[in-house]
């Protein structure tokens, strides 16, 4: 399903693309999912209950990272670690200007992506004052340098937050570099964070990295959907 873009802008380097229910009611209140990448067609299956919301950054690289690292095969960009910066961007100035358009039911907003885009949700769990209420990630990237370590010293602030991880089992296969250890990274994650909010939603199952993302995106929407209480 192709969902059609009703609003498309730019914001300091993010393009943002809204998606509304096709029965969208201005004076009705709706919950708020923002995808990082932007793809929102993966999130079809809430197209008619809530507002879609898709963050296309200039440098993913640089802004689902938390903090500057190199990269990881010869040749590739390093990573310039602008995470904070980009969910300031998201947060304080993107969703503020959406307010101004739709009616936001603030209780429900959603915050997650795909890989980075996961990564950076997760970052955000250790923020100050970010006004979601889920965070999700789909094959967060937390074999990031120094990202387990990171959790492991910090406090988790927005512990009031749903959370739901989803990883796979053979994420890194055939990688020789940290890479290799991505299921092992993602589990010492999902346990740190269960731990700090025991309500956290942790899966994983049994595909690689870049496998079955309709599949997943689809069991995410299904969680969601039942969380959230949509129809």
Not at 28 to 48: H, I
Not at 54 to 63: I, K, Q, S, T, Y
Not at 106 to 116: M, N, T
Not at 151 to 175: K, M, P, V
Request: charged share 20%.
């Amino acid at each position: 399903m192709t969902l059609s873009r009703n609003k498309e802008f730019n914001w300091e380097g993010i393009r943002v693309r809204v998606s509304l229910p096709s029965n969208y009611d201005s004076k009705q209140a709706y919950p708020v999912v923002l995808l990082n990448d932007g793809e929102l067609d993966y999130l079809s299956d809430l197209s008619q209950s809530v507002i879609l919301v898709g963050l296309v950054p200039e440098n993913r690289l640089d802004d689902f990272t938390p903090w500057k690292a190199s990269s990881l095969k010869e040749g590739a960009p390093d990573f310039g670690g602008k995470v904070d910066a980009y969910n300031q961007k998201v947060f304080q100035g993107i969703l503020t200007t959406l307010k101004k358009s739709y009616l936001i039911d603030e209780s429900r907003i959603a915050y997650g992506g795909y890989s980075l885009g996961g990564l950076a949700a997760v970052y955000s769990l250790y923020s100050n004052h970010l006004p979601m209420t889920c965070i999700f990630s789909i094959c967060g990237s937390f074999w990031y340098p120094d990202f387990i370590d990171f959790c492991r010293e910090h406090d988790l602030i927005q512990s009031q937050s749903l959370i739901y991880l989803q990883n796979g089992q053979t994420e890194g296969a055939n990688h020789s570099n940290r890479l290799s250890k991505a299921p092992v990274f993602a589990r010492d994650l999902h346990n740190l964070i269960s731990e700090a909010v025991p309500s956290t939603y942790s899966t994983f199952d049994a595909y690689g990295h870049h496998e079955a993302l309709d599949q997943r995106y689809h069991h995410f929407c299904d969680w969601l959907r039942e969380e959230w209480n949509l129809k």
